[in-house]
């Protein structure tokens, strides 16, 4: 089964948002964000369940995190049938679980 990637669109304004407050604090850093959010991507689309749960989340609740080891930033996510769904982008200081109404 080949899984696809669906970005929910308030995780890809929390992207563009990173990727420009990046751009505007050092010269390449947002190409090397968004170089990692990519290769977190191409992992949870290749093993999904190698990554771990919310650990402020029962396992139950199906929401795995990706943390990115360059930035503070962890990419949330869940498995919904064939789809990989990108619930946030968010940085790790922000407060827990503020994206759990988005799905």
Same mark, same amino acid.
């Given at each position: 089964?080949?899984?696809?990637?669906?970005?929910?669109?308030?995780?890809?304004?929390? =992207?563009? &948002? @990173? %990727?420009?407050? %990046?751009? !505007? #604090?050092?010269? /390449?850093? /947002?190409?090397? =964000?968004? =170089? *990692?959010?990519?290769? @977190?991507f191409? @992992?949870?689309?290749?093993?999904?369940?190698?990554?771990? =749960?919310?650990?402020? %989340?029962?396992?139950? +609740? /199906? $929401?795995?995190r &990706?943390?990115?080891?360059? $930035?503070?930033?962890?990419?949330v996510?869940?498995?919904? /049938? #064939? +789809?990989?769904?990108?619930?946030?982008?968010? *940085?790790?200081? !922000?407060?827990?679980? $503020?994206? %759990?109404?988005?799905?």
């Open positions: 089964m080949s899984l696809r990637l669906q970005v929910l669109s308030e995780a890809q304004d929390e =992207f563009d &948002a @990173a %990727l420009a407050y %990046l751009n !505007r #604090e050092a010269p /390449g850093a /947002g190409d090397s =964000f968004a =170089f *990692h959010v990519q290769q @977190a191409d @992992a949870m689309l290749e093993s999904p369940e190698a990554f771990a =749960f919310v650990e402020t %989340l029962p396992s139950r +609740s /199906g $929401y795995r &990706a943390l990115l080891r360059k $930035y503070h930033y962890t990419v996510f869940k498995v919904i /049938g #064939e +789809s990989v769904a990108v619930v946030a982008v968010a *940085h790790t200081s !922000r407060r827990p679980n $503020y994206w %759990l109404r988005r799905l």
